[in-house]
């Protein structure tokens, strides 16, 4: 579910970022915060092995490891990784929020085209927008585990078991006869989530022979946004199916489009090697060749703490963002969409087109100068009309 924090910035004041530091949903923190305590624990032993445990020898050796780590860490190029991993996972993230299909253009269309007001009309248009919402469901089971809990068997498109009181009760998204048409085809060798976009069109052509899409045009029309509804539900199944390569085996790391195509595995291996390396390399030791030591690094490794933050949470973020159908704070809500979309479309080519306001002439009909209202809390917002810059020019 997806955090909102919108309105907490909606203007620019001093301390507006700041508000977001103190939130915990989705946080910086609640995605690190076990991993930087375990840091700072394996942190502390080592640090109290060194001061009361070790030997003479055992100290100047450790004391050898720790310059070591920390001269050669920089080597590892973390930053350069985590920076095109993360931008890419972030528009990959964007990208597969636009491919999930809305059908409210579908809907507009076929309310408009499918004509009638009778009963045969009415179940046709719903049922049509009921097999988009469906082959949706089924893409989206195949890919979210939220959905795949929801609709754990086929059986459950066709009832549901209610938590409270316990009931069953009718989920209305397939029928009987249409689940075991569903099941007839052979699915072995692929998903068939499809199957429903079939019904959509034989449906349609039906109701083109019975001449209730009356224009040509407007078929044409509906099967446009047919085929674009379909390409997003296939371009949902592909982003679930082709992932971003698990490792990276390509010579050139200077090119800037194979660093976009960076595996799981290389940034992982990066940023934990990092940390592994400044475990040790972040000690403070009675060693004159480790530069840059402070007193307070005995207890607390305040920089290092600090990259702890920035570089882990890069990764976390890239963890979080790399699947949007899970569970995560800032994974799609899609359960909800399913809601919406079903609600929505019934209401669009049914319940709604008996619903029309009158035509009524509007307050301004004869006006040719208006003046338009403002509430006194939108008076401040109210600005002269800009006529450019060289208007007033003399």
């Known amino acids: 579910m997806t955090v909102s924090y919108q309105y907490e910035v909606a203007s620019s004041t001093s301390g507006g970022f700041t508000r977001l530091l103190f939130m915990w949903r989705g946080s910086l923190y609640k995605l690190i915060y076990r991993e930087l305590l375990l840091f700072l624990l394996a942190f ?216 976009s195509r960076l595996g799981a595995q290389v940034v992982t291996i990066a940023t934990y090697s990092f940390f592994l390396a400044a475990l040790v390399g972040r000690q403070y030791v009675d060693e004159d060749r480790k530069s840059f030591q402070m007193e307070i690094d005995i207890y607390l490794p305040v920089f290092t703490i600090l990259q702890f933050f920035f570089y882990m949470g890069l990764l976390k973020v890239a963890e979080q963002l790399i699947n949007p159908f899970g569970d995560d704070d800032e994974d799609f809500e899609l359960n909800w969409l399913i809601d919406r979309h079903t609600k929505v479309s019934y209401l669009g080519v049914d319940t709604l087109m008996t619903r029309c306001p009158p035509l009524v002439k509007d307050m301004y009909y004869n006006d040719v100068d208006l003046t338009l209202p403002y509430t006194e809390a939108a008076v401040a917002y109210k600005r002269k009309t800009y006529r450019g810059s060289v208007h007033n020019m003399v």
């Open 44 to 259: 502390g032993i080592l640090s109290a092995l060194y001061r009361n445990l070790f030997t003479v020898d055992q100290k100047r050796l450790f004391e050898k490891v720790v310059v070591y780590c920390d001269t050669f860490i920089n080597l590892i190029p973390l930053s350069f990784v985590l920076g095109f991993y993360v931008a890419y996972v972030a528009a990959r993230w964007w990208n597969q929020y636009l491919a999930i299909p809305w059908p409210d253009k579908l809907m507009h269309s076929i309310a408009l085209y499918v004509n009638g007001t009778d009963d045969h009309a009415r179940m046709t248009r719903r049922t049509l927008m009921r097999y988009l919402n469906l082959t949706l469901i089924l893409v989206l089971r195949s890919i979210s585990s939220a959905v795949k809990r929801r609709f754990p068997k086929l059986d459950h498109l066709v009832e549901a078991v209610c938590p409270a009181p316990r009931r069953v009760l009718p989920a209305g998204f397939m029928t009987p006869t249409e689940l075991t048409l569903y099941q007839s085809v052979p699915s072995l060798e692929f998903n068939t989530y499809w199957i429903p976009c079939t019904w959509f069109i034989l449906l349609l052509r039906e109701t083109r022979r019975s001449n209730r899409i009356a224009d040509p045009q407007g078929l044409k029309i509906i099967m446009e946004e047919f085929n674009e509804y379909r390409s997003q539900c296939g371009m949902l199944w592909s982003y679930d199916w082709v992932s971003i390569p698990l490792v990276y085996t390509q010579p050139c790391l200077l090119n800037v489009h194979l660093l």
